[in-house]
């Protein structure tokens, strides 16, 4: 009876992915996206996002010392699959693609995100992307939200992680997401709404910095800004949609009576949009 019971599930567990494979073929987008899109803690930081700092440890150490071991590559995978964990072929593979950065730089594969932009496939690349100073990678984004992107430490403490390790990793993967060449949303606004955008930036999220600049031949300020959570929903114009940078942009245009307040509604475009921004110096 359990054979038979375990027959009918695999059978049907067969028809699943195979009807979600073909779903996702039918219904995915590819975008180029900012690291820091993918990379942002919305809110917690994600099971994936954690396994992608896990890689970026084992590289910097891999190519700081020549260890080929890739011990938290190794720690996750055991914990998750136990003997059928192949060390060897994995620490091969690695190195292998650590190596081809290395000498090609990233070859535009792509990575996969459910509709949240949360990464459920392609932690390595992501992570020697960071690792080789490579801003974008190419993403297909499903439009059903997907496992393993999950908001959840439980994971890794399931696996053994200490309660000291996590925070001392979490800490750490904060500060590396701050460390990368961009990693804000931007608001951009005139110079006479400033009194009216400023409180309003700073009641909705987190302002790194305030400065005056030209943008389409008009003076103005832009506000780099950090959401708790930027809630990604999909995309719009080729870009990753945050729905609390919309909802923000929405509220300045009515507190300034304006607008041409804009906000970017993700960090790539606002990687994008610096480029037509002259930063001025302050006086």
Not at 218 to 237: H, I, M, T, W
Not at 249 to 266: C, G
Not at 276 to 283: A, D, F, N, T
């Amino acid at each position: 009876m359990n054979l038979r019971h375990s027959l009918l599930y695999r059978f049907l567990r067969s028809i699943y992915i195979r009807t979600q494979s073909l779903y996702d073929k039918l219904t995915c987008s590819q975008i180029t996206v900012h690291i820091g899109d993918i990379l942002v803690p919305q809110g917690e930081i994600s099971e994936n996002q954690m396994l992608v700092y896990f890689r970026i440890l084992d590289a910097q150490r891999f190519l700081s010392v020549g260890a080929n071991d890739f011990p938290l590559q190794n720690r996750t995978s055991y914990a998750c699959y136990g003997a059928a964990h192949r060390e060897d072929l994995g620490n091969r593979h690695f190195e292998e693609l650590i190596l081809s950065y290395q000498k090609n730089g990233y070859q535009d594969s792509v990575i996969t995100s459910d509709r949240y932009l949360r990464i459920l496939d392609g932690t390595h690349r992501t992570g020697m992307n960071v690792v080789f100073g490579i801003p974008f990678i190419r993403c297909r984004l499903l439009r059903r939200a997907g496992r393993g992107g999950e908001y959840t430490y439980q994971h890794y403490r399931d696996l053994g992680f200490s309660e000291e390790e996590l925070e001392q990793y979490c800490g750490e993967y904060r500060k590396m997401f701050l460390s990368l060449p961009h990693h804000s949303f931007i608001c951009i606004f005139p110079e006479m709404a400033e009194s009216a955008a400023a409180g309003c930036l700073r009641a909705a999220c987190s302002v790194e910095r305030i400065y005056p600049a030209i943008y389409q031949h008009r003076a103005c300020k832009v506000a780099e800004l950090q959401f708790a959570d930027p809630q990604y929903q999909g995309s719009k114009n080729g870009y990753p949609y945050s729905r609390a940078a919309t909802a923000l942009e929405a509220q300045l245009r009515s507190a300034a009576a304006d607008p041409s307040i804009l906000v970017t509604k993700s960090i790539t475009e606002a990687s994008k949009l610096l480029q037509q921004i002259e930063r001025k110096e302050c006086q």
